[in-house]
Structure formats: C-alpha cells, structure tokens
C-alpha cells in the first residue's frame, strides 16, 4: 500500500512539474513612463520592436534631434518611443515643443492627406500630436473638409522623466482610436514619418530626412514557456521555483507520514 501512494505522490508531482513549466505568457505591455525598459531592446515573447535611426544632425540641438524612434504594440494599443542625441525636450507654454506621428494606416495615398511638416508627404490617415508638455492629440483625415481634425482619444497618453535611468518620451495610443481593429488587422506596411517641432527656430528634425518608413505592428499572442532560458522573466523563475520547492517539501513531509505509519 506504502509503495502505491507513493506511486500516486510521484505521478501527481510529475503532472504538476509539467503545468508549472509550461505557464502560459502574454506579450510585454510597455510602461508609459519616459524610461526607457529592456522591452524596447529586446525580443519579447516573439515580438521585437520595430525601429529606425537618424543621424546627428549639426544645425540640429541635441535635445530636440531624433536619434532613434520605435514602436510596438500589445492586444490593446500602439506604443511609440522617441530618442534624441541628449536629453530629450518637451515644452509648453507660448512656444511648445510637438511630435507628429503621422500615418497612412491602410497604406492608400489616395484616401489620407497632405501634410507638409511630414516631408511633404500625402495619405495620412492619423496625426498623432504630443502637444507640448499636456496631451498627446489624435487628428483624423477628412476627405471632406480636406483637413486634419480632432478625434477624441481618452486612451492616448505619453510618459516623460528627465529624472529616469534612461530618459526617453513614450507615447500610446489606441488601436481602435487608429482605426485598427485589432493587432490582428494592422499591416506591416503604414507609410509614416515624424516630425520633432522644437518649438522655437528652425531646423526641426524629421525621421526619415526624407520620404517615409513602413511602420507595422507584431502579433502577441499567449506563449508557451518551456524552460529555464534566457527568455523567461525573472518573476517567472522565481514563481516556478517557489511553487516547485513548496511541492517538493509536501511530497517529502507526506512521504515521511506515510514511512511513520507503515513501519
């Protein structure tokens, strides 16, 4: 009978070993802060952040010249990131500095607009405007009027800390306020371009210098986590090891019980 429980025990913490190891992982959600997280530098759950570079330009202040923007996105909401050559600027008051995402969303020139700060580019269908140190803005093309016009975007916001370990502006905004569904229906393929608008003398800084970059989004989905890799959080390590130790010394304490009641 000793022997057949312990069969019993073994199985059972076989059965719990595999549950544990294969815990089920949702795609990292960006900390909308202004510090910058191993999320935007890494492959995370099997999505990498999408990103484009710019030189440092002379004429250009540091502070207000792009070095690196990036995006990526989780189930609910696009994340972008804005990098300069020093610490990032944003201002408010009668001279605010203002960052333009703007978007072709359905990769068609003939249904957005013309908007001349972004290159001189057409068929954006979205602005998406941190107006100075307050809000960040959702402009809509209307092909009716012919101009860009405010939408409301209560899930849009940015995060900002001079103070952070890795100063950097972030920014979210909605999908569905994008006019993206789901991460599931947005292309690879959104013709954009960002202009940083410092807010006093020209030159502004725009990404690409020229033309546009292909802005998408990833698809995460629920992962599997099959081991102790590299690729596992560290939350996750410890959770595992916890739970697997507690049913270790359960399995023992029971074990010993039983030896007690046998002899």
């Avoid at 913490?13 to 510090?35: P, Y």
């Avoid at 989004?217 to 507690?246: K, M, R, V, W």
Wanted: a negative charge; hydrophobic letters at 35%; aromatic letters at 10%.
């Amino acid at each position: 009978m000793f022997v057949i429980l312990c069969r019993r025990l073994e199985i059972v913490f076989a059965i719990v070993l595999v549950l544990l190891s294969s815990t089920v992982a949702l795609a990292v959600t960006i900390n909308v802060d202004g510090n910058r997280e191993l999320a935007w530098d890494t492959s995370t759950n099997g999505q990498t952040p999408g990103q484009i570079t710019d030189v440092d330009e002379s004429l250009i202040t540091n502070d207000v010249d792009i070095e690196e923007f990036k995006w990526t996105n989780d189930t609910t909401y696009l994340y972008f990131l804005v990098d300069t050559y020093d610490i990032p600027r944003i201002a408010g008051g009668l001279s605010p500095t203002r960052i333009y995402v703007c978007i072709d969303v359905d990769n068609d020139v003939n249904s957005g607009g013309y908007y001349g700060n972004c290159n001189s580019q057409s068929g954006f269908d979205k602005l998406v405007v941190l107006n100075g140190t307050t809000s960040v803005e959702l402009y809509t093309y209307n092909s009716g009027t012919g101009s860009f016009e405010p939408v409301s975007s209560p899930g849009s916001s940015f995060g900002y800390d001079t103070g952070a370990a890795v100063p950097v502006i972030e920014i979210q905004v909605p999908l569905n306020d994008l006019g993206i569904t789901s991460s599931a229906t947005c292309i690879q393929t959104m013709p954009s371009v960002v202009y940083y608008d410092n807010g006093t003398v020209d030159p502004d800084d725009n990404v690409p210098d020229s033309g546009n970059f292909n802005l998408g989004c990833g698809l995460p989905t629920a992962i599997t986590l099959e081991s102790f890799d590299g690729g596992i959080s560290s939350t996750y390590n410890s959770t595992f090891l916890l739970l697997t130790g507690a049913f270790g010394g359960l399995l023992a304490v029971g074990g010993w019980a039983l030896w007690r009641r046998h002899r």
